[in-house]
């Protein structure tokens, strides 16, 4: 069983729509989470840490729900450059591993 | 400042040949790491380096695969003999904390090898 499951998408979405999806993770040890964003062939850059009582940075809202072990994002007001792949990673703390996601497209349409 | 940089940014070589994976990490960052991530798969975990120390080798597929950081500055990523699997992109990154304070890895570009 992989650790971060996603939901590939593509989630194609017009320009000012908001977009949400999530990733369950398995392993209960897993006590941080993140989301990355990687562009088309570029690397992965960290977007937003994801905190029990839900955070938001800017447009880009997280939730983490530890009871069912999943982590959310929603975009709102989409834009253009919001194109990427979003990669959802848990950190195990015991092993200081990043467990990634296979992650998920979002495509932003004019 | 620089970024982590890696090279090559593509390889192409034959089954059973070798092919030598380089990252030079951001200055400073004692924490480096190698990544994989096959088509259509998650990026996994290969090993994880504190200044010239393996700290983690877990991921590593097979003996094939050799890691080095000489002297705690870049390292090299060898595949020896390369097999039709090891096919992917080989992504380096590297952090100057403890990844349980920002969870912030700094990845390069990446090095995609393919064989034949």
């Known amino acids: 069983r992989k650790e971060v499951e996603q939901d590939p998408g593509p989630f194609n979405v017009p320009e000012g729509a908001t977009v949400a999806f999530n990733c369950t993770y398995s392993n209960s040890a897993s006590q941080s989470f993140f989301w990355y964003r990687q562009d088309c062939r570029k690397e992965p850059k960290l977007l937003m840490s994801?905190?029990?009582s839900g955070n938001e940075d800017g447009r880009f809202t997280a939730q983490l729900n530890r009871a069912s072990q999943y982590i959310s994002l929603l975009i709102r007001d989409s834009k253009l450059s919001d194109s990427a792949t979003y990669l959802c990673?848990?950190?195990?703390?015991?092993?200081?591993?990043?467990?990634f996601g296979a992650g998920t497209t979002v495509t932003v349409r004019a | 400042e620089a970024g982590v940089t890696q090279f090559p940014s593509h390889s192409v070589i034959e089954k059973g040949q070798t092919v030598t994976l380089r990252c030079d990490p951001i200055s400073g960052h004692d924490n480096l790491y190698w990544y994989r991530r096959v088509m259509g798969k998650e990026i996994k975990f290969l090993l994880h380096?504190?200044?010239?120390?393996?700290?983690?080798e877990s991921g590593m597929p097979n003996n094939r695969f050799l890691a080095e950081r000489t002297g705690g500055t870049y390292s090299t990523l060898k595949v020896q003999p390369a097999e039709l699997e090891d096919s992917g992109v080989y992504f380096c990154?590297?952090?100057?904390?403890?990844?349980?304070?920002?969870?912030?890895?700094?990845f390069g570009e990446g090095s995609r090898l393919t064989v034949l």
């Open positions: 990673v848990a950190l195990t703390l015991n092993n200081y591993k990043l467990s």
């Open positions: 994801v905190y029990s």
């Open positions: 380096f504190v200044k010239e120390s393996k700290q983690d």
């Open positions: 990154a590297s952090s100057q904390r403890d990844l349980g304070l920002t969870g912030e890895l700094f």
